[in-house]
Nanobody, 126 residues
Framework: QVQLVEFGGDSVQPGGSLRLSCVAS????????MGWFRQAPGQEREGVAA???????DYADSVEARFALSKDNVRGTLYLQMDNLRPEDTAMYYC????????????????????WGQGTQVTVSS
């Protein structure tokens, strides 16, 4: 059974930090493309950051230099470290996995992914 579960969303002030976790089970996340996406009310789901099995990463321009991906293959967990958060970062954040194309260049397109978590809410406000 394939499952992705996100943790770590919270309400923080601008300039604060959060670390999101995506715990994967039922597949080899170490050999999969994975990514973090976010969706605010009334907006399309957008790709935040993505990583392939070779640890190549791709970040959205809006988060580059502020967000960082990392993986713990032993624990089957994908992390998103988010620093210097801004109000426009407020959204539901989703983890996604693409086991079939793990060696391809990381994709920030939602259509590339087969499995999705249920999301964790990030709110940045003063």
């Amino acid at each position: 059974q394939v499952q992705l579960v996100e943790f770590g969303g919270d309400s923080v002030q601008p300039g604060g930090s959060l670390r999101l976790s995506c715990v994967a089970s039922g597949f080899a996340d170490s050999s999969s493309r994975m990514g973090w996406f976010r969706q605010a009310p009334g907006q399309e789901r957008e790709g935040v950051a993505a990583i392939n099995r070779y640890a190549t990463t791709d970040y959205a321009d809006s988060v580059e230099a502020r967000f960082a991906l990392s993986k713990d293959n032993v624990r089957g967990t994908l992390y998103l470290q988010m620093d210097n958060l801004r109000p426009e970062d407020t959204a539901m954040y989703y983890c996604a996995a693409d086991p079939a194309m793990g060696g391809a260049y990381p994709s920030r397109q939602p259509s590339a992914y087969t499995y999705w978590g249920q999301g964790t809410q990030v709110t940045v406000s003063s």
